[in-house]
């Protein structure tokens, strides 16, 4: 008889530890706050992206779709001086590396882009349209010409 209850036993203890990893990479999904971004280095925040990148890959369609809201919540409740800082702090980053770095994280993102699906591309289409539509039209202007400008 204790052999019939091994396997259910063992069928259990892996659906507990199953679980339990996958809350724990649930948990690892966390969107890092806007301050403890800032704080990192190029080199932390490089690190910290990719990791999310393949945590990301590994999530269910709703733990991505959990992530991508709260860090929208997250962004959209910064004040404007947060945001502002935050897009300083990037351009400033961006402004000192060098062309061949630019280049590399360009075709970097080229490359994340068309590895998506097209349910995803269409989600990102969706969200950059959403994005525009809540800009003010004086802030889609500098957008638009800082575009034709690169």
């Not at 203890?13 to 990479?25: D, N, P």
């Not at 999904?29 to 280095?41: K, Y």
């Not at 961006?94 to 993102?109: G, K, S, Y």
């Not at 539509?133 to 690169?150: H, I, N, S, V, W």
Request: glycine content about 2%; proline content about 7%.
């Amino acid at each position: 008889m204790p052999s019939l209850l091994r396997p259910a036993w063992l069928r259990w203890t892996l659906a507990v530890l199953l679980a339990c990893s996958t809350q724990l990479a649930v948990a690892d999904l966390a969107v890092p706050g806007a301050d403890e971004w800032a704080r990192m280095t190029p080199q932390q925040q490089a690190e910290r992206r990719e990791a999310l990148q393949r945590q990301l890959q590994q999530a269910s369609p709703p733990e991505r779709q959990r992530f991508r809201e709260t860090l929208r919540e997250r962004l959209e409740s910064l004040t404007p001086d947060q945001r502002q800082g935050l897009i300083n702090n990037a351009r400033e980053r961006w402004q000192a590396m060098t062309p061949e770095e630019r280049r590399e994280i360009t075709e970097e993102r080229r490359r994340r882009v068309e590895g998506m699906s097209p349910r995803e591309r269409r989600a990102l289409l969706r969200e950059r349209r959403a994005l525009l539509d809540r800009m003010t039209p004086p802030e889609r202007r500098a957008l638009r010409e800082k575009l034709q400008a690169d």
